[in-house]
């Protein structure tokens, strides 16, 4: 721990000379590194051992002991010994800190309470990576994940009851997933746009997005879906790619809107109100992006605004929910991965098809598991349980990127609730098995 605090302080700077990285930055990393060490081999459903939860356990917390000095003034009331109440001003944790870092610990909890389920089960195993492909059969890994272990099951199948708690695992983790990216999407979003990257745009969203991408953006009749069909993004590299223009393009319109440029070269000689529908319809399609793709890596200015982020606040809960968000999508892969070995023994017929999830929309819900799962109060929300719902401006928020709360229905103990609806994955990629030894955005982008 000496060698860490020292790596924070130096700004990961060893030489002593004054060239390291911002404390907000070199905070994040040690967030970032300190996850991927505990995290980064969790390639089976199981516990995680004592030693590691502990290790967590007590890094984590001393990482984000320093929230607790990060305070703002805040009114309060003082009585006096004549008996008189006076007004004076106290300093309490900053808002933003005080509501999102007791939520992000909550979803913490509920992410390693989840891997602790998996303890007694009995009915799949894993096959090593080593084995012959006899031992594995037909659920043998046709991806890019070829180091991963494969998951085998009965040959039979699972039992009902297996199957509907691994349905029910998954879709718990399913609903940390969606509060940890509505915490990391906010947070990122209140961080500045770097100087750097300001300068690096084209003139115009046209240059941009290209003239392609232009037109379908700014047709009359837009619709998301149908344009997102019509985009080539069959690789990751690809997404990031459209991702990467069409934030430039909102960056472009946003700053032509608001006048904040002198120069010439920022002129405008699209109508305000046009330029108001576009960045509307670009932010529809980051939005459907990023909940279709969650795993893909963060686009360029993500990277940006994290390397060049000097509050220390917003790097401790942009780092920390991003390393839950990740989590939580590895723990869906991998319950995906033993869900779809018994689906093969369901239906052989499956084995030359490669696994590949649904195309639908992510916020819909299953109607299977409606009707399957246990009820609980229809009022109580995964917001509620998280004590969200105190602060109206939060709540809005979280509804702005859940949809209904019905959506948001989840249960405090992992043990009832009704079960959400699926966000749909389209890779399974997770941003710490494709971390190795990174310090700084700049290294991962």
């Known amino acids: 721990m000496k060698e860490r605090f020292a790596k924070l302080l130096l700004g990961e700077d060893m030489s002593g000379g004054g060239k390291g990285v911002s404390s907000a930055l070199a905070l994040s990393n040690a967030i970032t590194n300190l996850a991927a060490s505990v995290f980064g081999e969790q390639w089976r459903l199981e516990p995680m051992s004592a030693e590691r939860k502990a290790r967590w356990r007590k890094e984590i917390d001393l990482l984000l002991s320093v929230t607790d000095y990060i305070v703002e003034f805040v009114p309060s009331q003082q009585k006096s010994k004549d008996g008189s109440n006076m007004e004076i001003m106290v300093t309490r944790q900053r808002n933003d800190l005080h509501l999102n870092i007791p939520a992000l610990r909550k979803l913490d909890a509920m992410l390693i309470d989840c891997l602790d389920n998996f303890k007694d089960q009995n009915e799949f195993y894993y096959v090593s990576r080593d084995a012959d492909d006899s031992e594995k059969g037909n659920n043998k890994r046709k991806d890019d994940k070829w180091w991963l272990p494969t ?46 990257y300001i300068e690096s745009l084209p003139k115009n969203g046209r240059a941009s997005l290209g003239d392609s991408i232009y037109r379908s953006i700014t047709v009359e009749f837009f619709d998301p879906d149908q344009f997102l069909s019509s985009m080539d993004l069959t690789s990751e590299h690809k997404i990031l790619d459209l991702k990467d223009r069409i934030e430039a393009s909102i960056v472009i319109w946003r700053r032509k809107m608001n006048q904040k440029d002198g120069k010439s070269t920022w002129g405008s000689a699209v ?17 459907i992006l990023k909940h279709r793709f969650p795993g893909i890596p963060q686009s360029s200015l993500d990277i940006s605004k994290i390397q060049f982020n000097r509050d220390v606040g917003h790097a401790v ?17 991998r319950i995906e991965d033993v869900l779809h070995a018994d689906r093969l023994t369901q239906n052989p017929s499956q084995i030359a098809t490669r696994r590949k999830p649904t195309s639908e929309p992510p916020m819909e819900k299953s109607e299977e598991l409606n009707n399957n799962g246990p009820e609980t109060p ?12 105190q602060d109206q401006n939060e ?13 948001l229905n989840a249960d405090s103990d992992l043990k009832q609730g009704n079960k959400p609806g699926n966000i749909v994955t389209n890779k399974r990629v ?13 290294a991962r982008h």
Do not use: H
């Open 151 to 196: 998951a085998k099951v009965p040959p039979n199948g699972l039992s009902d009851m297996s199957r509907k708690f691994l349905q029910y695992q998954k879709d718990c983790v399913n609903q940390v997933l969606k509060a940890a990216m509505a915490i990391n999407a906010q947070i990122i979003s209140e961080m500045e746009i770097p100087e750097d």
């Open 395 to 407: 709540l809005e928020m979280k509804k702005e990127w859940f949809g209904n709360s019905d959506d």
């Open 271 to 287: 109508s305000l109100e046009k330029r108001e529908l576009f960045e509307e319809r670009a932010e529809t399609i980051l939005l």
């Open 317 to 333: 809960l942009e780092s920390y929910s991003r390393i839950l968000e990740s989590l939580a999508f590895t723990v869906m892969s």
């Open 430 to 442: 997770s941003y710490l098995e494709n971390l190795s030894a990174v310090r700084s955005p700049t």
């Open 378 to 389: 229809a009022s109580m929300t995964l917001l509620d349980f998280m004590g969200w719902g």
